[in-house]
């Protein structure tokens, strides 16, 4: 998914609540996460709509996370928490699969270790 493609879908499921600068903002903040914990590497945020064309981080299945992430943080933003902590548990959840998949793919390769006991 691009940015352009994520901030179509969030203006349309949130009936354009936000402007594309909130989203893109939004999207942003995800992604440098992402880049920083996960991927382990620099991140500069979106600029909308010049960067509209970009592959944001999270391919798909893992993609959902990011209307997930929009929801909950609209949620959040519009004081609604109930539905605030569903929103963010359903992106936790996508998320923490996009993360075990990552790790499990990208493992370094095995350094044996040097055993100063033995």
Do not use: C
């Amino acid at each position: 998914m691009n940015l352009n493609e994520a901030v179509k879908r969030a203006m349309e499921m949130r009936e354009d609540t936000y402007n594309e600068q909130q989203l893109t903002k939004w999207i942003s903040e995800l992604d440098g996460q992402i880049a920083a914990e996960t991927l382990r590497k620099p991140f500069t945020p979106y600029s909308y709509p010049d960067d509209g064309e970009k592959t944001l981080l999270m391919p798909p299945p893992y993609d959902s996370a990011y209307m997930h992430y929009i929801e909950a943080m609209s949620d959040y933003s519009n004081g609604e928490y109930g539905k605030y902590n569903n929103s963010f548990q359903m992106f936790n959840d996508v998320l923490a699969g996009f993360k075990t998949h990552y790790i499990r793919n990208n493992m370094p390769e095995r350094v044996d270790i040097f055993n100063v006991m033995g």
